[in-house]
T-cell receptor, first 114, second 116 residues
């Protein structure tokens, strides 16, 4: 069965520090992968996506993610975190057949210390 | 990017009444729309997938008669929570996409439903 795992429920970093949020997926076919950010009471904002090609993808707000097929991972990184990055982050995989639905990870809540 | 508008953003209703949530794709035709439910501090749980002009496909455990989904046009899908109860209080999010297209789905801003 398809699934997405985000091992870290909470992460706390100091402002200016680097960040890596982990995401592992289970999907038999070539995955379409996404990272979304959600502020409290808000919808989802797309940070970046991977469909094919270069395995290192750049997104908005200085985020990047690297697709590693051998590790079934799609970790999100940012070299220097800003206080405004505090939010909930969701990794998702989109199925490439049938209903093309999305499967979301459980989310990682990022707290940024001043 | 494409815009999906969800309305209302917040709604409070009395127990036993029904409430309708609209999801509109503003600048593209959405073959497929998805409805999600999100409990506090939890992930998005897919409730159903709707394709324009056909019946929605509900995920296991989702009551079809409780959560009525209509996707009558390529730009509008509605979710009606019938005979709402306090346990239906939640954050509901829709998304829309062109089925099969190599594009991402676009998400609405969500609707906070509170049943009192």
């Amino acid at each position: 069965a398809q699934s997405v795992t985000q091992p870290d429920i909470h992460i706390t970093v100091s402002e200016g520090a680097s960040l890596e949020l982990r995401c592992n997926y289970s999907y038999g076919a070539t995955p379409y992968l996404f990272w979304y950010v959600q502020s409290p009471g808000q919808g989802l904002q797309l940070l970046l996506k991977y469909f094919s090609g270069d395995t290192l993808v750049q997104g908005i707000k200085g985020f990047e993610a690297e697709f590693k097929r051998s590790q079934s991972s799609f970790n999100l990184r940012k070299p220097s975190v800003h206080w405004s990055d505090a939010a909930e982050y969701f990794c998702a995989v989109r199925l490439n057949s049938g209903t093309y639905k999305y499967i979301f990870g459980t989310g990682t809540r990022l707290k940024v210390l001043a | 990017g494409a815009v999906v508008s969800q309305h209302p953003s917040r709604v409070i209703c009395k127990s036993g009444t029904s409430v309708k949530i609209e999801c509109r794709s503003l600048d593209f035709q959405a073959t497929t729309m998805f409805w999600y439910r999100q409990f506090p501090k939890q992930s998005l749980m897919l409730m159903a997938t709707s394709n324009e002009g056909s019946k929605a496909t509900y995920e296991q455990g989702v009551e079809k008669d409780k959560f009525l989904i209509n996707h009558a046009s390529l730009t509008l899908s509605t979710l009606t929570v019938t005979s709402a109860h306090p346990e239906d209080s939640s954050f509901y999010i829709c998304s829309a996409s062109l089925q099969g297209a190599i594009t991402e789905a676009f998400f609405g801003q969500g609707t906070r439903l509170t049943v009192v």
